[in-house]
Nanobody, 126 residues
Framework: QVQLVESGGGLVQAGGSLRLSCAASGRTLSSYNMAWFRQAPGKEREFVAAISRSGGGTDYVDSVKGRFTISRDNPGNTLYLQMSSLNPEDTALYYC???????????????????WGQGTQVTVSS
């Protein structure tokens, strides 16, 4: 199995940028399709972005397309989420997740993912 630790969250003004990182240990990151989810207070955890094992495929929720970029460094066992043009609606606890499913397509549900980090808080002030 794999252990995941997120970092890079913080407080940023609207319009600003942040880069989240997710460091993996245990089994190598390349064994998994990976994703970022987020959860705002009082709301369900929602899919943000996913990336295939090789990094050749990506998927985004509509609300972040053009603003967020997911990437991965398999040799370095690290997943990233570059976030720009942040707005207060992006405020949430951000989680990275690993899926052992063979196919990359449609991995947008919480139940598709086997392993989770503890989350990193992103707060965007207006």
């Amino acid at each position: 199995q794999v252990q995941l630790v997120e970092s890079g969250g913080g407080l940023v003004q609207a319009g600003g940028s942040l880069r989240l990182s997710c460091a993996a240990s245990g089994r190598t990151l390349s064994s998994y399709n990976m994703a970022w989810f987020r959860q705002a207070p009082g709301k369900e955890r929602e899919f943000v972005a996913a990336i295939s094992r090789s990094g050749g495929g990506t998927d985004y929720v509509d609300s972040v397309k053009g603003r967020f970029t997911i990437s991965r460094d398999n040799p370095g066992n690290t997943l990233y989420l570059q976030m720009s043009s942040l707005n207060p609606e992006d405020t949430a606890l951000y989680y990275c997740a690993a899926s052992a499913r063979l196919l990359f397509s449609g991995l947008v549900r919480v139940s598709d993912y086997n392993y989770w980090g503890q989350g990193t808080q992103v707060t965007v002030s207006s």
